[in-house]
């Protein structure tokens, strides 16, 4: 039950990685937009938080 919430868990930040890829990749042809890159690199931060957590999630359950 625990390996299913981790790997559904997985999955949304994956599917969230892609719209985020997609969304930088939009922007890039577009002029330069103040606002979105802050929201862009705290978006990305909060991303880099939750990777640790699953990883800490991960290293918990392989004990």
Do not use: C, F, Y
């Amino acid at each position: 039950m625990e390996n299913e919430r981790v790997i559904l868990a997985i999955g949304r930040i994956e599917r969230a990685l892609s719209r985020i890829e997609t969304a930088k990749q939009a922007a890039s042809k577009q002029q330069p937009d103040a606002a979105l890159e802050k929201r862009h690199a705290a978006l990305k931060e909060e991303m880099k938080q939750a990777i640790h957590t699953i990883d800490g999630l991960i290293a918990r359950q392989e004990r």
